[in-house]
């Protein structure tokens, strides 16, 4: 059985920084992403990392700010989010999400992960 537990939330003033994360057990995770949504938008994607964290992909709406990074212990995935620079627009619920299927697939695609977070919310106050 595949458990997500997401740490890290919480609010920052705009130019701060947080850190959020997933800790992810229960399978091999071909790749692990985040993700965000705010109220009567789409949820959007924000990074995505490999397996082997060797492959990274972020939205432009993010890239050089966040930095998206795993480290495995034993049988868990735990795979961060660092947020510098932190916009107003960032306001968001964030949620981790996995992809347990071994095949290749869209990082930025929603359709990609079978799991998901329950999600955690980082507000930005300017």
């Known amino acids: 059985q595949v458990q997500l537990v997401e740490s890290g939330g919480g609010t920052a003033q705009a130019g701060g920084s947080l850190r959020l994360s997933c800790a992810a057990s229960g399978r091999t995770f071909s790749m692990n992403g985040w993700f965000r949504q705010t109220p009567g938008k789409e949820r959007e994607f924000a990074a995505a990392i490999s397996r082997s964290g060797a492959i990274t992909h972020y939205a432009d709406s993010v890239k050089g700010r966040f930095t998206i990074s795993r480290d495995n212990v034993k049988n868990t995935v735990t795979v961060y989010l660092q947020m510098n620079n932190l916009l107003p627009e960032d306001t968001a619920v964030y949620y981790c999400?996995?992809?347990?299927?071994?095949?290749?697939?869209?990082?930025?695609?929603?359709?990609?992960?079978?799991?998901w977070g329950q999600g955690t919310q980082v507000t930005v106050s300017s």
């Open positions: 999400a996995v992809r347990s299927i071994i095949t290749i697939a869209p990082m930025p695609s929603l359709g990609s992960y079978n799991h």
